[in-house]
């Protein structure tokens, strides 16, 4: 059993969901966990004697403009290494995480391995800015161990860091207790959805980069060949021009703006489809909690997504930016129901067998069993 600190971004995206949900799989099994973070991770709703929460405080200096929070949490991560004498600090999402985390080992007399693992944006965006680039390779480097979400965000990091260091790819997983196709056909009337009628859901962060005026142009072309709605799940900066959008398009009735919900799984429970039309993903959790929902998702070929839907198998993959070739493709899926009902059940083998959290989470522990010498 390990005493093993996390750090995660608590309060939105998949990095923090995934920290989090890792964090609760191995309480489970009897690893005495510590999160280190500004708020109480927003998935951690349990209480399990194993899991410990330090937040983190920015103090007020007159002279602080801006505290800093990276030192405040370096400062706490240091002191919970000497403390609880932690095993590992593995955090998610290298800026400011790792680099936080490479001072606190610094600072601690303890000795602690760090463990970085890399979401996505942390090198996509952040690593391609010449401000940061340098700060977040010397945080990948001196890690003791560093994973990436899928092969193509570690060849990513490789390439655009041009960092020295080996990373294993171990993939996200879903929590398979909430994530599940539920008996949800009752939601359908409250959202007055007809029962003929199929339903396309989309959820994101709204942000520029996940193109959600793609969803709706792909739904616009669907909706005038099949009885569909859209449900939009999520908010964000580009919430008002996809609201402009769909009022541009004359599809209002069609298309409901859900804003930011909490049970995701019922939503997607009433889903024949998902779409995303990213231009930059380095895994789409949200593709994986559909497939354990037996939902498929049509999303474009970018990043690591491909690793995630088997084309023609669980969903399709199309170009960035096709619009017109994701509606033929959803609207031959929708019309012919013996194909859809293969994706859907071939979509929920493909996350039990190549994504399930025992396969994640043993992956896990076998990387923590390397950096400590426990093999
Ligand atoms: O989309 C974001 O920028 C948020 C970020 C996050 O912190 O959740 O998402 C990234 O990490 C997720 C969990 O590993 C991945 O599923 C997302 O694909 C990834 N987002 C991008 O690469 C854009």
Request: net charge negative.
């Amino acid at each position: 059993m390990f005493k093993i600190g996390i750090t995660c971004y608590p309060t939105i995206g998949g990095s923090g969901v995934i920290a989090t949900e890792l964090g609760i799989l191995l309480a489970e099994k009897g690893n005495e966990i510590h999160f280190i973070t500004s708020s109480m991770p927003f998935r951690l709703e349990c209480i399990n004697p194993e899991i410990y929460y330090h937040e983190v405080e920015t103090s007020y200096y007159p002279v602080f403009k801006h505290p800093p929070y990276d030192l405040a949490l370096a400062a706490k991560m240091a002191e919970v290494i000497d403390r609880e004498k932690l095993d590992i600090l593995h955090v998610h999402y290298a800026m400011p995480h790792a680099i936080s985390a490479i001072l606190a080992k610094d600072i601690a007399k303890h000795d602690v391995k760090i463990i970085t693992t890399l979401h996505g944006t942390d090198i996509t965006v952040l690593g391609m800015d010449k401000t940061f680039k340098p700060m977040i390779k010397y945080a990948i480097e001196k890690s003791d161990r560093v994973t990436a979400v899928s092969n193509d965000l570690a060849k990513q990091t490789i390439d655009v860091l041009e960092v020295d260091k080996e990373i294993d790819v171990i993939y996200n997983f879903v929590n398979e207790n909430d994530y599940y196709k539920k008996e949800r056909d009752f939601l359908k009337a409250g959202y007055e959805i007809a029962e003929d009628e199929k339903v396309i859901i989309h959820i994101s962060n709204f942000r520029k980069v996940k193109r959600v005026e793609d969803v709706i142009k792909t739904f616009a072309n669907i909706q005038e060949k099949i009885k569909a709605k859209l449900i939009l799940v999520g908010d964000g900066p580009e919430s008002p021009t996809a609201f402009d959008l769909v009022e541009k398009l004359g599809i209002q009735d069609h298309v409901m703006f859900l804003g930011r919900q909490k049970n995701i799984s019922d939503l997607l429970s009433i889903s024949d489809l998902k779409l995303l039309m990213s231009e930059q993903e380095s895994f789409g959790l949200v593709i994986l909690e559909a497939m354990a929902c037996e939902v498929p998702s049509i999303a474009t070929n970018v990043g690591g997504i491909p690793e995630v839907i088997s084309h023609g198998e669980t969903g399709y993959l199309v170009d960035l930016g096709d619009t017109e070739t994701a509606a033929e493709l959803a609207i031959n899926l929708l019309n012919d129901s013996v194909k859809l009902n293969k994706m859907k059940k071939l979509a929920y083998e493909r996350s039990k067998t190549k994504f399930s959290s025992e396969i994640i989470l043993n992956q896990y522990l076998d990387l923590y069993k390397k950096v400590l010498n426990k093999n």
